[in-house]
Structures are given as structure tokens and as C-alpha cells.
């Protein structure tokens, strides 16, 4: 295959990750419109992001697994389909619970391109090009951010359906690119898919989603005893023995508990939850400022400029500094200015400038928290043949600190009110979360420790 046929797939690929990573983006100033179109509370508004990354979740190994199985094209193709169609579902519902189905949907088609995406490359890419095509792949993420609230803030002068309408015909020209473009290959047959793992997982993480989420903070005793809440704590924490039965013993599982061992590999993954739970506390922003200063949903996007622009400079800050001080200065610093930003919304004296301040100081946190530093660790930590593996052990635990995070934020801000009280007393607590990370990070090996040879 020659050079410019590779680009042409390249490019393919770079469309498909960009429209998945958009929804992501775009999600949060979106959040206001759907709220007052529907009527809904903020316990119930937490669920347009946590039923996306739940679905997300479920959709990566699977879909990952379906490409070696089957085709990379036709599940490539697959994938661009359920997210096209989950974007109409959600354009048009009619009702919450069918926008929260087509949700589910976009999630779990998601879920499926960015890793069939990165196999595509390592199938048709030779060994020396690969590094630069999946840098350009993985910075697809970057750009989403930085782009994703200045055409939400354009699109929402129409309305917030735009948002998801536009999906359409980026995912039409995909597919039809991609029939003509990626090769119709399938990678190694081996290893069953853990099916048993994987559905023992998502009942595991939905019935703590579902149980966190019904929590009322302001009644704290009595909604842990409720029906909503007990039974489903319960039933997670039965589950998870299993689960980790399951996963010891078989040859490929959804998640390689062996990889816990070293406790620098614990420390990052709990870094990485708390990375995603950041993440998802960023996704209320939107309807913060809608409430504290009475903005459009447009206008409140366009306010989220500075937490972009911060964190495109807070990454390669990040991966510059890793090198010269190792990953425990960096999160410690990351963490420190994530815990600064946060408790600076939670200010009832916050004005525009204030807000400002925070933002950026939370986009700067979270380019040194997400990312590089993390997965620099686990690099180091994971043996050679085992890296693939540690990398998406690091996606699940960001992803299920989404998850958390989502409903967690819903949550509290609910049981304290909703609107802007609500919201500062739930950013209270993300605060108080991120301070036990920076105690997490003082933990982690020094500079001069972590360049001892570890992972082999």
C-alpha cells in the first residue's frame, strides 16, 4: 500500500474520531436548552452524559473485539451507523427517556471508532509511521475541545437540536469514504470476547451509577436505607468478587486485574478516575453560568473558551515537564491548580472576571491531569507485552470516573435545590474529591525512582 492510499485512510479515520469526539464536547452547552425543553432536574440532566459514557464503556471491547472477528471496515462502517442514527434519535425525540435511548446508542457506536480506528492503523501502517498516524488520531480529542463550544455556541443560535443533527451527513460522507477507502481486513481470530466479564461490569457500574444517583445529600441516612438507593449498592457489591474471579482466569479479559499489582499502578488509577470525574464535573459549566448570570445557553458556551484554551496550553506543558521532573511533580501540580479552579466556582461573590480565573485554571489542571502524565506512568509500569493492556485498564477507570462523575454532580446539585446553589454546593464536594488526589499524587514515585527500569 503506498503512501497516498494510507492518507486517504487516514483521513477517513481522522473525520469519524473528530464527529465522535465533538459529542463529547459539544454535550455541555447543550445541557441548559435540553433542561428547560424538557423540565427536568439536574439529577435527571446527569444522565445525558452518564448513559453516553456507560454505553461508551460497553461499546470500546466489544466493538474493539467484533473488528478482529469480523471486518475492520464493516464495523468501522457499523459503528458510524449507530452514532448517525443515536444523533437522529436524539434530535428528534420527543420525550426524555427516548432522548436518553438515543444516547445510549451515539455512546455505544462511539465506543467503537476511536479503537477500531487505532487497529485500521496498525494493520495498513508500517511499523515506523505508526507512532505519528495515532498521535494524529489521539490529538483528534484535543482539537474537539478546543473547536467542540465555538460551533455549539454558533449551532445553539438555531437550537440545541443542531448540535446533533449535524452528525448526519458527517457520518453519510464517512461511510461512503470508508467503503471505498479502508481495507476490508480482520485481525487475529484467537481469544473469545468475556462476555461474562463485560455483563458482569455493567451491572456492576449501572446499579452504582443508578444508586449514587438517587442519593439526597440533604437526607443523607435516609436515602442510603431507601429502595432506590440499598439495593443496588448491594447488588454491586456482591457482583464485584465475581468479577474479579472471572477476570483472573481467563486469558482475555474486559479488564487484567493482575495489572493492579504495583502500587504505583493503583495510584494511577485511582488518578484516573478522578481525572474522569473532573471531566464530568466540567460538563456542568454550561448550566452554572446559565443560572448565576442569566445567559443563553449560546452565550454560556462561548464562555467556556478560556478552559480550552488553558488546557491546550496546560498539555504540551505537561509533556514537556514530564521528562525534565516525572509524572508526581506534574499531577501534583495539575491536581493543585484542578482544586483551585473548582473551589473558585463554588464563590457566591463569583463575578464574570472570577469566573474567568477559574476557568482557567481548571482547563490548565486538567491538561496536566488528563492525558500524557498518566499514561506515561503506565508505560513505565506495564511489561512490553502487556502495554496495550495498561493503556485500556487506564481508559475504563477514566471512563468509569465519567460515569461517576456525571451522576454524582446530578446528584448532589438536585438534593440541594438545583440551579446555581445546587451547582456550588456540588462543585464543593468535586473539590474536596480533587484534594484527595493531591495527597494520591504525593504519593507516587519520585523522578529519579520512576526512571529505574520497571515495566521491561
Known amino acids: 500500500m503506498d503512501k497516498k492510499q494510507r492518507n486517504k485512510i487516514l483521513t477517513v479515520l481522522f473525520i469519524g474520531v473528530l464527529m465522535a469526539a465533538l459529542d463529547i464536547a459539544i454535550v455541555g452547552p447543550a445541557l441548559p436548552a435540553i433542561q428547560k425543553q424538557f423540565a427536568i432536574d439536574e439529577r435527571s440532566v ?11 464503556l460497553i461499546g470500546t471491547p466489544l466493538m474493539a473485539k467484533l473488528s478482529d472477528v469480523i471486518s475492520r471496515r464493516k464495523i468501522y462502517i457499523l459503528d458510524v451507523t449507530l452514532f448517525a442514527l443515536g444523533s437522529l434519535v436524539v434530535a428528534l425525540s420527543s420525550n426524555f427517556s427516548i432522548l436518553l435511548a438515543g444516547r445510549a446508542v451515539q455512546g ?16 495498513t501502517f508500517p511499523e ?17 475541545f478546543i473547536i467542540g463550544p465555538a460551533i455549539a455556541g454558533v449551532l445553539l443560535l438555531l437550537n440545541w437540536h ?20 479502508i481495507p476490508d481486513t480482520a485481525g487475529q481470530r484467537n481469544n473469545k470476547f468475556d462476555w461474562k466479564g463485560m455483563s458482569l461490569l455493567i451491572i456492576i457500574l449501572s446499579s452504582l451509577a443508578y444508586g449514587l444517583n438517587r442519593i439526597n445529600s440533604a437526607k443523607l441516612f435516609e436515602s442510603f436505607s431507601s429502595p432506590a438507593v440499598f439495593p443496588f449498592f448491594i447488588i454491586s457489591i456482591v457482583l464485584i468478587p465475581f468479577f ?4 483472573n482466569k481467563i486469558n482475555d479479559p474486559v479488564l487484567r486485574i493482575k495489572l493492579l499489582n504495583p502500587i504505583q499502578v493503583k495510584l494511577t488509577s485511582i488518578l484516573a478516575i478522578g481525572a474522569g470525574l473532573s471531566e464530568a464535573a466540567v460538563i456542568f459549566i454550561p448550566p452554572l ?3 448565576a448570570f442569566s445567559l443563553t445557553a449560546s452565550k454560556a458556551s462561548f464562555m467556556l473558551i478560556p478552559v480550552v484554551i488553558a488546557m491546550a496550553i496546560g498539555s504540551p506543558t505537561a509533556g514537556r515537564m514530564l521528562d525534565k521532573f516525572g509524572s508526581k511533580v506534574v499531577l501534583i501540580t495539575g491536581t493543585t491548580l484542578l482544586a483551585a479552579g473548582i473551589f473558585g466556582l ?28 498518566l499514561r506515561y506512568i503506565m508505560l513505565r509500569e506495564a511489561k512490553q507485552s502487556e502495554r496495550g493492556s495498561a493503556q485500556g485498564m487506564l481508559t475504563i477507570f477514566t471512563g468509569i470516573g465519567q460515569l461517576f462523575g456525571g451522576v454524582f454532580v446530578g446528584a448532589l446539585a438536585s438534593s ?8 456550588r454546593n456540588a462543585y464543593f464536594w468535586v473539590g474536596i474529591i480533587i484534594l484527595f488526589l493531591i495527597l494520591i499524587s504525593f504519593r507516587l514515585k519520585s523522578h529519579q525512582r520512576e526512571l529505574q527500569k520497571t515495566g521491561g
Do not use: C
Open 46 to 56: 446527569s444522565w445525558i452524559f452518564a448513559v453516553y459514557v456507560l454505553f461508551n
Open 108 to 123: 455505544f457506536g462511539a465506543g467503537g471508532i476511536f479503537p477500531v480506528a487505532s487497529a485500521v492503523i496498525g494493520d
Open 128 to 144: 515506523e509511521n505508526r507512532g505519528s498516524a495515532l498521535g494524529l488520531i489521539g490529538a483528534v480529542f484535543g482539537i474537539a
Open 162 to 181: 443542531w448540535l446533533f443533527i449535524i452528525n448526519v451527513p458527517i457520518a453519510a460522507v464517512v461511510i461512503y469514504l470508508s467503503l471505498s477507502t
Open 244 to 247: 474479579v474471579i472471572n477476570e
Open 289 to 291: 453560568l446559565v443560572s
Open 346 to 373: 463554588t464563590f457566591k461573590s463569583m463575578n464574570i472576571t472570577a469566573f474567568y480565573i477559574a476557568a482557567s485554571l481548571i482547563g490548565l489542571g486538567m491538561g496536566f491531569l488528563v492525558g500524557a502524565p
Open 416 to 423: 440541594q435545590g438545583g440551579g446555581v446553589t445546587g451547582l
